[in-house]
């Protein structure tokens, strides 16, 4: 499968200022296989150590952090010469050897013509001991699920061809519309995650697809007690367990007395960073007020948690995939189609999204910083156009543009642009 964050990656490679590279996402997201896809196709060779499966690394990184020690040490192992620029060296489940991903922090100062690119699973919620990462001393690019756009180019190369084409305020067929818009169906059953997308790509198998996404969610419970250190296990696999019905509720508000009855923030903050921190869940703030800048006005104790997969989601919810194919009405299909719309903003956008609601009756599901511009944005998950909240934040802020997603086709309808669901990572054709 072809990943966007490859063009990313040359870019690093050809950065004068270029530092070791840290891949920061959630497991199972394609991090060890961009790594080796990387370094065979733009590398002359590469020379791969994984901590998890090798655990004799250590000791080298233990004794010494003289970068030259260690590329001798790192050569014999590899069995050839590792030359600076023409070997990408990579390090594969880092979080194993704290002492290895510390010496980056030398191989930036001492070294810093040998290209190096690691990567860990938890890297953010099981290594953030100071001594431990090298802050200021690497480059950090965010991996995630694959997006729409990169779904379509794997499973449908003709689909993702007409998709490539869509402009600003263009017309698009009704066939190709219904096209997307069955793939968009099919993504919310399928998700990013690789494995996933491969085995529908390679089997047309919707059953084999399931077997994997409950493969995966079943690691992330057991990632609990394996990788965390000082946080209750029990405690984040409560706030795990939660998150669709914290989803399911009308607000879809976090609730700490949805995790346990009676259950005081104090108990289950560190579980919730540490989800977060692992890219397991997104959260989104509300704001106080929808005004530059958003991060200003975040109300950090009202917040939403998100899975970092629709497909996962979609399984974990125990959703049937025809009343997805088939668009049925469910009462959970709205949060499924937020999901989405967020999984994409967030692997495509500059700042993270947040939400707005002012009291219990009205709520804007997101706002977008764009510039010094506050976009709001409105989901459907049918063909409604009904917006009381929306209407009245209009009238009221007076944003330059608003954005309505919908099953319903491109267009202008007043101050509001509708835009397809399937269009969501494609900020570039707002206005």
């Given at each position: 499968?072809?990943?966007?964050?490859?063009?990313?990656?040359?870019?690093?490679?050809?950065?004068?200022?270029?530092?070791?590279?840290?891949?920061?996402?959630?497991?199972?997201?394609?991090?060890?296989w961009?790594?080796?896809?990387?370094?065979?196709?733009?590398?002359?060779?590469?020379?791969?150590?994984?901590?998890?499966?090798?655990s004799?690394?250590?000791?080298?990184?233990?004794?010494?952090?003289?970068?030259?020690?260690?590329?001798?040490?790192?050569?014999?192992?590899?069995?050839?010469?590792?030359?600076?620029?023409?070997?990408?060296?990579?390090?594969?489940?880092?979080?194993?050897?704290?002492e290895?991903?510390?010496?980056?922090?030398?191989?930036r100062?001492?070294?810093?013509?040998?290209?190096?690119?690691?990567?860990?699973?938890?890297?953010?919620a099981?290594?953030?001991?100071?001594?431990?990462?090298?802050?200021?001393?690497?480059?950090?690019?965010?991996?995630?699920?694959?997006?729409f756009?990169?779904f379509?180019?794997a499973?449908?190369?003709?689909?993702?061809?007409?998709?490539?084409?869509?402009?600003?305020?263009?017309?698009?067929?009704?066939?190709?519309?219904n096209?997307?818009?069955?793939?968009?169906?099919?993504?919310?059953i399928?998700?990013?995650?690789?494995?996933?997308?491969?085995?529908?790509?390679?089997?047309?198998?919707?059953?084999?697809?399931?077997?994997?996404?409950?493969?995966?969610?079943?690691?992330?419970?057991?990632?609990?007690?394996?990788?965390?250190?000082?946080i209750?296990?029990?405690?984040?696999?409560?706030?795990?367990?939660?998150?669709?019905?914290?989803?399911?509720?009308?607000?879809?508000?976090?609730?700490?007395?949805?995790?346990k009855?009676?259950?005081?923030?104090?108990?289950?903050?560190?579980?919730?960073?540490?989800?977060?921190?692992?890219?397991?869940?997104?959260?989104?703030?509300?704001?106080?007020?929808?005004?530059?800048?958003?991060?200003?006005?975040?109300?950090?104790?009202?917040?939403?948690l998100?899975?970092?997969?629709?497909?996962?989601?979609?399984?974990?919810?125990?959703?049937?995939?025809?009343?997805?194919?088939?668009?049925?009405?469910?009462?959970?299909?709205?949060?499924?189609?937020?999901?989405?719309?967020?999984?994409?903003?967030?692997?495509?956008?500059?700042?993270?999204?947040h939400?707005?609601a002012?009291?219990?009756?009205?709520?804007?599901?997101?706002?977008?910083?764009?510039?010094?511009?506050?976009?709001?944005?409105?989901?459907?998950?049918?063909?409604?156009?009904?917006?009381?909240?929306?209407?009245?934040?209009?009238?009221?802020?007076?944003?330059?543009?608003?954005?309505r997603?919908?099953?319903?086709?491109?267009k202008?309808?007043?101050?509001?642009?509708?835009?397809?669901?399937?269009?969501?990572?494609?900020?570039?054709?707002?206005?």
């Amino acid at each position: 499968m072809e990943r966007d964050c490859m063009k990313k990656l040359l870019a690093w490679k050809s950065d004068k200022y270029r530092k070791p590279l840290v891949l920061n996402g959630a497991r199972q997201v394609g991090k060890t296989w961009i790594m080796r896809e990387f370094g065979k196709n733009y590398y002359e060779d590469m020379a791969y150590f994984n901590f998890e499966e090798n655990s004799a690394l250590f000791p080298m990184f233990q004794k010494t952090k003289d970068p030259k020690r260690l590329i001798e040490f790192l050569t014999m192992i590899h069995g050839k010469a590792i030359i600076a620029g023409k070997t990408l060296i990579v390090f594969d489940e880092i979080q194993e050897c704290p002492e290895a991903l510390n010496a980056l922090k030398y191989f930036r100062e001492n070294a810093n013509e040998y290209h190096i690119i690691t990567a860990g699973s938890l890297l953010g919620a099981s290594l953030a001991a100071p001594k431990s990462y090298p802050v200021g001393q690497v480059d950090i690019m965010d991996i995630y699920p694959l997006s729409f756009r990169e779904f379509i180019r794997a499973v449908d190369e003709g689909c993702f061809k007409f998709y490539e084409t869509i402009t600003k305020n263009m017309d698009i067929p009704e066939h190709f519309h219904n096209r997307l818009t069955e793939m968009y169906r099919l993504y919310l059953i399928i998700g990013g995650m690789p494995e996933c997308v491969a085995a529908w790509s390679q089997n047309r198998d919707p059953s084999m697809v399931k077997k994997i996404q409950q493969n995966i969610l079943s690691l992330y419970e057991n990632d609990f007690s394996k990788h965390n250190r000082k946080i209750n296990a029990a405690r984040i696999l409560l706030v795990y367990r939660s998150i669709v019905p914290q989803l399911a509720k009308e607000n879809k508000k976090f609730s700490y007395g949805t995790v346990k009855p009676g259950a005081r923030a104090r108990e289950f903050e560190e579980a919730i960073e540490w989800l977060v921190s692992s890219r397991i869940v997104n959260r989104i703030y509300n704001v106080s007020a929808p005004l530059y800048s958003l991060k200003i006005y975040e109300e950090t104790n009202h917040f939403k948690l998100y899975f970092l997969d629709t497909g996962l989601l979609k399984t974990m919810a125990e959703i049937e995939n025809d009343a997805i194919i088939l668009d049925k009405d469910f009462s959970f299909k709205g949060v499924i189609n937020e999901n989405f719309i967020l999984q994409q903003f967030i692997s495509s956008l500059e700042f993270k999204p947040h939400y707005y609601a002012p009291d219990s009756q009205h709520e804007i599901d997101f706002l977008i910083q764009q510039d010094m511009k506050i976009i709001p944005i409105e989901v459907k998950s049918g063909k409604t156009k009904k917006a009381t909240s929306f209407k009245k934040f209009l009238e009221k802020y007076n944003p330059p543009f608003a954005i309505r997603y919908s099953e319903r086709n491109y267009k202008k309808d007043g101050v509001f642009t509708n835009i397809p669901l399937y269009l969501a990572g494609r900020t570039d054709i707002w206005e």
